[in-house]
């Protein structure tokens, strides 16, 4: 159990729909990353926070949003889906959101998104 | 974009044999981290190697890393049917992104 919790597991929804992806990350650590992997594009990276504040930025959407709360858990919001947004989407976290050697990211067990 | 890519894209081995997989990435990194996926499952840290270590071991894991190559090996030594799964690298850049290659699937057979 890396300490990354992920609801929900599982998702089937509708094209045109929207959803919330949420994560509670390990205790202590500061910094979210969100990934999505399928099974065409791999593991890609989406977005970081790191106590509050967005970090940086990678291949996230527009129809896509993330936000990291005052408590640190985040979530990730997903609106006007399309088939192509089938995928898994996994939270990590990790302690330090700065250059230190050393930083681990552990991931959470991922959420099933499924468009149908 | 600093995204590793690993070699082979997929590896089957009988168990007892070892198994050594690649990883190779573009610019100057930070430190080297190897992951570990099993089949629709969350990724597991294995092992981190820093950009000043050449070789690094744990367990049945040993981890070599080539600056100058830009590459990293991961070697199980002794492999199991457990260890089937699918293996990726992930480089940190100066910034504060992981990057991820596209991983190794591996398949010990028993």
């Known amino acids: 159990d890396s300490g990354v919790t992920q609801t929900p597991k599982h998702l089937i929804t509708a094209t045109g729909q929207r959803v919330t992806l949420r994560c509670s990350p390990r205790?202590?650590?500061?910094?979210v990353y969100w990934y999505q992997q399928s099974l065409d594009q791999g593991l890609q990276f989406l977005i970081q926070y790191y106590n509050g504040e967005e970090r940086a930025k990678g291949n996230i959407l527009e129809r896509f949003s993330a936000q990291q709360f005052p408590d640190l858990h985040s979530e990730l919001n997903l609106s006007s889906l399309e088939l192509g947004d089938s995928a898994l989407y996994f939270c990590?976290?990790?302690?330090?959101?700065?250059?230190?050697?050393?930083?681990?990211?552990?991931f959470g067990e991922g959420s099933w998104l499924t468009v149908v | 974009s600093q995204q590793g890519e690993e070699d082979p894209q997929a590896l089957s081995i009988q168990e007892g044999e070892n198994a050594t997989m690649n990883c190779s990435y573009k610019t100057s990194i930070n430190n080297l981290q190897w992951y570990r996926q099993n089949s629709g499952r969350g990724l597991v840290h294995l092992i981190l190697?820093?950009?000043?270590?050449r070789e690094k071991h744990s367990g049945r894991l040993r981890v070599t890393l080539d600056t100058s190559k830009k590459s990293s090996s991961l070697l199980i030594t002794a492999s199991r049917a457990a260890d089937t799964a699918s293996y990726f690298c992930?480089?940190?850049?100066?910034?504060?992104?992981?990057?991820f290659g596209t991983g190794t699937s591996l398949t010990v057979i028993p």
């Open positions: 205790s202590g650590d500061l910094s």
């Open positions: 990590a976290s990790s302690e330090s959101g700065t250059r230190q050697a050393g930083n681990t990211i552990y």
């Open positions: 992930a480089t940190d850049d100066r910034g504060n992104q992981f990057y």
């Open positions: 190697i820093r950009s000043n270590e």
